[in-house]
């Protein structure tokens, strides 16, 4: 196996890896709501604590890949997740299980950015646009992990042992995947300036990024619930709703390279932020367990090949480091996962879970509105 080949399949392992150790977490949120007796409004100001720590990680993850290069980052970001992942369902009260996800989405921002450096390395080594099918594994990981979750809650196994179980996992296969990962001489850069400059280019990227996170960061954290409290369903069914949204944006994210070349990068975008509004309207309107979960598919195969794209874009940006550019447009949509799953809880709070999901559908059509921003991003690969 060529050293390209090989590290295209190691970093797979990791954006697998990440899909399964989110999912599991995700699948798991009524669980702990019921332990601490939370509402969803105090539930969605302590889910504040995940990517309050991502913000604050990845920036700093941007430049240790810079300096470093991406493998060495990636591999300690993986090993630290895994430690990681088991804290939440160690917190006695709410204050705590925040500041539990906030170390959960420190070390997952890390790993997200110094992977998705890696995998922009290799993409350059293989000069096909092909970062998508690495965002396809993160998403069939959340298939595995949202699938085996569902299982695990309608049996009766405890929060703890079911994400100790996954942390032992993912450490052992993440040791192992680090070693066949391009050496840091394919990316290292520590001459770049600390932190990307705040370039139009970069801005308007971080602004998609933005809607499409603050979507992703909705259906991770409150489909599960919304299935529970709004369409009535058991633990079990509960998770579907996630399952049907990663097995979507896999099956997107998987066909992402035909998708890429046939379409150009604008109209991949302004078609997926439609699809997206229209199966959360859907989702919302129709609250029953089965419509619900197709609107959630819906959102998941709109979204699917949107933030690849954004990131690959980012990359490739022109006197930045890919390090760090990738950081400055993780970090806008960050922040937008910082502030969805914040203004959900408290939009539900106020008025209704349904009302509160509905805004994914207005940040949905922004990403349409906004698609016009990118440029066609294929033209510096090979199409055979």
Known sequence: ??????????????????????????????????????????????????????????PLAGRQVARRGSRPVTRAGALAFAAALPFPALAPDPLSLAAALAVVGAANGVLGVAM????????????????????????LGGLAGSAAGGVLAARGVSVRAHLAGTAAVLAVVAWLAARRLLPPSADATPDAPAFARPTRALAALGVIAFCVLF?????????????????????????????????????????????????????????????????LALAVAVPTPWAAVSGFAAVG???????????????????????????????????????????????????????????VAVTSLLVAVLARALRRENDNFRQD
């Open 116 to 139: 998705n450096a890696q995998a922009a390395a290799v993409e350059r080594a293989y000069r096909r646009p092909i970062m998508a099918s690495f965002h396809a594994l993160f998403s």
């Open 215 to 279: 979507g992703e960061g909705a259906m991770a954290d409150w489909t599960a619930v919304y299935l529970r409290d709004v369409a009535g369903t058991g633990p079990g069914l509960a998770a579907a709703g996630y399952a049907a949204f990663s097995l979507a944006m896999a099956g997107g994210r998987a066909g992402g390279y035909a998708l890429t070349v046939r379409l150009g990068a604008v109209r991949l975008v302004g078609g997926g932020g439609a699809l997206a509004a229209v199966g």
């Open 1 to 58: 196996m060529t050293g390209a080949r090989a590290a295209r399949v190691a970093t797979a392992a990791f954006f697998l890896l990440c899909g399964v150790g989110v999912a599991s977490w995700v699948v798991r949120i009524p669980a702990i709501q019921r332990a601490q007796g939370i509402d969803v409004g105090t539930l969605g100001l302590v889910l504040l604590g995940l990517s309050a720590g991502a913000l604050v990680a990845m």
């Open 301 to 359: 195969a709109g979204f699917a090949a949107i933030f690849p794209t954004v990131l690959a874009a980012a990359g490739r940006t022109p006197g930045e480091s890919a390090g760090t550019a990738i950081a400055a447009v993780s970090t806008f949509g960050y922040t937008g996962f910082l502030a969805g799953p914040a203004a959900i809880g408290l939009i539900a709070d106020a008025t209704s879970l349904r009302a509160g999901l509905g805004t």
